[in-house]
């Protein structure tokens, strides 16, 4: 008959059992074993000092021989405990792959200097990994907005407890205007900003509406001067009716892009856009008398005409915007290929990985220095 012996209570004791008879597992064993003093040690967030010695000891021989699974295991409950061995972390860190995306991610055990060097030059996917910490100090997510990639910089947008500032915000909207998976984690981080005017085209009707109040408040300060520019000329209205009318998207897309002095891309968008504003902004912008440009929409636009009251909207806008709202909105969409529009916004370049260490390490130092 069998006795059964009581389990250990005490951790310590729990794990020297487990030692003792590591010796005599078969190799295959080594990872299941590895999961099990994981799983031990991190039922409690915090350790004593021999605790987290024995562990470090044992898992040290045992990592080596560790798949991927396991180690994904090993870091989930590793990221919970507040007192994880350092050289442990770092073990798992060094292997890459999931499981260092998953220590960065969550982990409170790695040090900001070493957040900081990944963010300013470590490789894309742990950066991404950083740049979804719930912690992020307003140092990290400047340099973090700096990088050139694109999925850093979503990564940072969906996170929403990620300090932004406005410095940022505009360096990040100038990139979300080529990327709508961008401008849509940008848009969704809340109330839309003026930073995010370039966001235009990617924003929904609320969003749109909100962005054309701050552009409108903007305007505020110009109350009482003139108007810049002259009405478009009659020949140059009866080109872009003629082609419009036509239904040639491409012929007006050219000349849209040639009046607003944007490339063709963003002039192509804007015909294409289903919902009507954007191509009232244009109207606007061009100096496109309300007759003509109702015109336009009821014969060149169906998707606007076919709806009383996506027109409705689209005419309002184009006889109560002012036509330098309607121009710094362009020019926000467009950035900096609308290379003579007034007021054209232009977008800083992503620095190089040497600025962003220089910029880590200052403001490492700068913590140091308030520390």
Known sequence: MFRVRPMPTDLYARLRGLAASSES???????????????????????????????????????ADADETVLCHVARKLARCLDAPAAIVERIRARGGQPARQLLLKTPCIERRDLRQIAASGACDQACAVAGRDDLDREIARVLAARPEREILRALAANAKAPLGSDDMRLLAARGRSDPELARALLGRGEPTFDELPLFLAADAGERATLLVLALEANLVHAGRPEPGAPLDPETAARVEAAAAGRKRAAFARILAEKLRCDQLLARRIVDDEAGDALALAFVAIGLAPDAAARL??????????????????IRLVKTIPRRVALRMIDAMAGPSSEAAPGAARAPLPRSTEERRSLAESAASRTAERA
Request: hydrophobic share 50%; charged share 20%.
């Open 297 to 314: 929409l009821l014969g060149a636009f169906p998707g606007v005409a076919q709806s009383p009251e996506a027109f409705a909207h689209a």
């Open 25 to 63: 597992k078969p190799a295959e064993m080594r990872p299941v074993l590895l999961r099990v003093i994981t799983d031990l040690f991190a039922l409690h967030p915090l350790h004593t000092r021999e605790e987290i010695h024995l562990y470090e000891e044992m898992a040290g021989k045992l990592i």
